[in-house]
């Protein structure tokens, strides 16, 4: 078997993540969506749901102890966070055309 340090540097992590990514985004867009749509805010909801996400995209950094590893899982990690940012956004002006 290979590494964690080997398989969080290959292009199949890569795959995975972005499909992970493209998940969380939605399941944030399918949570934000019920909760204006029910008239209700359950912040405690919302903010363990991000919890649980942060987690999940953070278990990576912990399966490691490579520095050069970690730095490039760090970086990989914002574009990631971006990329959700940048789903919700293309959503949400898509439905308001």
Do not use: C
């Amino acid at each position: 078997m290979t590494s964690w340090n080997e398989f969080l540097r290959t292009d199949d992590f890569r795959a995975y993540r972005k499909k992970q990514i493209e998940a969380v985004a939605a399941n944030l867009k399918k949570t934000a969506f019920q909760t204006v749509s029910n008239g209700r805010v359950d912040v405690s909801e919302i903010k363990g749901k991000l919890e649980m996400i942060n987690l999940f995209l953070r278990l990576p950094e912990i399966l490691t102890n490579d520095t050069k590893t970690k730095e490039i899982l760090a970086v990989q990690l914002d574009e990631d966070v971006n990329h959700i940012a940048q789903f919700l956004i293309r959503q949400s002006l898509a439905e308001e055309k």
